[in-house]
Each structure stands twice: as structure tokens, then as C-alpha cells.
């Protein structure tokens, strides 16, 4: 199994494009999450879901959309990028009824 | 709002020392806590998780320890090696949420 995987694994954006960073796992994961790291501090989350065609906000969600239309994809979507997105992405997934959460290697944005 | 924290954000140690990494919890139904470990370029990675009606748990080199009365959570490396070096990250569940809420993360040094 390759686990969770995330693409691409560096981006540079000038403010304002829109782009997307994909998350892909292959355990067949009920439970998939995004989180950004910023230095110094842990990791927020961003967006959630439970299942396929179901998702929810977290506690940083401004700026960014999410979609689930299968269970092994959870693509978050940056609308307008702005330099407060410069980041680290952290894709996550974790089986039902489980509380382990199996990371990306993650995705290292910046935003000029 | 209730959250989880760390003590020290930084610890260095020489190789073949023990590690203590602390961490302080607020929230009292926090029932199951678990430590990551975060090395450079890498997303965190789970080393050993407690939940509340356990007071120690130990696994290859770390143990974890739950003091309930003063909500404090550690984690020791033995015989800590230049490998460990990494973040550390401790986080908490409340039951029935599978996202966890994570601290800031200490970062351990291991000099040889």
C-alpha cells in the first residue's frame, strides 16, 4: 500500500491564482482531513470528512474548498491564494471507528 | 477554549540519554491521547497513544505516562538515539471525535 499521498510536493503561487493539492489513500479510509503547519505552531485543521459526499469545516477553513466524491480522493481547493496561505499541507486519513490518523508527506505552498 | 500544550518547545539531549517530553491537557473529557513524532520533511508519524482508564503504557523504547489528576501527559525515549530526532506532538480525543486536537509540538535534539 502506497498510504496517503499527496501532490504535487512543492508549489509557488502568485496571489490570486487558484490551484489544488491532491490527496489520495489507498486503505480504503473512511475518515480523511486536511491540516496546515505554520512555524512554530502544531497543526489546524482545515476541513474534514466522514465519508464520501460528506464534509465539514474545521477550525481554519477560510479560503479554502474541499469535495468528496470517493472515498480514496479529498482534493482541497485554494480559490484565491493569498500570501497568508504560505504554508505546509497535511492531508490525513484514519479508518472508521479507529482514532489514528495516517499522514501525507505533505505539500509546501508559497505565496508571493 | 480548552486545549492541549507543550512545556518546553525545544530539548536537546546527548545520544544514549533518556528523553521527557511533557505535555499539559485542559480539557477534562479528553479520554484517549496519543504522541506523534514528526521528522524533517515528513508528515507526523504515530508512536503510542493512552486512553484515560490507563495510567502508563510502554512500547520499544518510549512509555507513555497519563497523570489524570494534574491533566499531564509525557512521553520518554531510553537510550535516545540521533533517529529520534524529530517534533514531537501530543494531541487529544474526546470520545466519539476522530480529530484529534494537537499541541504545538517540542522539538527534540539528539546531540552524538
Not at chain 1, 14 to 29: E, F, I, R, V
Not at chain 1, 81 to 102: E, K, L, M, R
Request: charged share 15%; glycine share 10%; proline share 5%.
Amino acid at each position: 500500500n502506497a498510504g496517503v499521498t499527496q501532490t504535487p510536493k512543492f508549489q509557488v503561487l502568485k496571489t490570486g491564482q487558484s490551484m489544488t493539492l491532491q490527496c489520495a489513500q489507498d486503505m480504503n479510509h473512511e475518515y480523511m482531513s486536511w491540516y496546515r503547519q505554520d512555524p512554530g505552531m502544531g497543526l489546524r485543521l482545515i476541513h474534514y470528512s466522514v465519508g464520501a459526499g460528506i464534509t465539514d469545516q474545521g477550525e481554519v477553513p477560510n479560503g479554502y474548498n474541499v469535495s468528496r466524491s470517493t472515498t480514496e480522493d479529498f482534493p482541497l481547493r485554494l480559490l484565491s491564494a493569498a500570501p497568508s496561505q504560505t504554508s505546509v499541507y497535511f492531508c490525513a486519513s484514519t479508518p472508521q471507528g479507529a482514532d489514528i490518523q495516517y499522514f501525507g508527506a505533505g505539500t509546501r505552498l508559497s505565496v508571493l | 477554549g480548552e486545549s492541549v500544550g507543550l512545556h518546553l518547545p525545544t530539548l536537546s539531549v546527548q545520544e544514549g540519554d533518556n528523553s521527557i517530553i511533557n505535555c499539559a491537557y485542559s480539557n477534562s473529557a479528553s479520554d484517549y491521547f496519543i504522541w506523534y513524532k514528526q521528522e524533517s520533511g515528513k508528515g507526523p508519524q504515530f508512536i503510542i497513544d493512552i486512553r484515560s482508564n490507563m495510567d502508563k503504557r510502554q512500547g520499544q523504547r518510549v512509555t507513555v505516562l497519563l497523570n489524570k489528576t494534574v491533566k499531564h501527559l509525557s512521553l520518554q525515549i531510553a537510550a535516545t538515539q540521533p533517529g529520534d530526532s524529530a517534533v514531537y506532538f501530543c494531541a487529544e480525543n474526546t470520545g466519539g471525535s476522530y480529530i484529534p486536537t494537537f499541541g504545538r509540538g517540542t522539538s527534540l535534539i539528539v546531540h552524538p
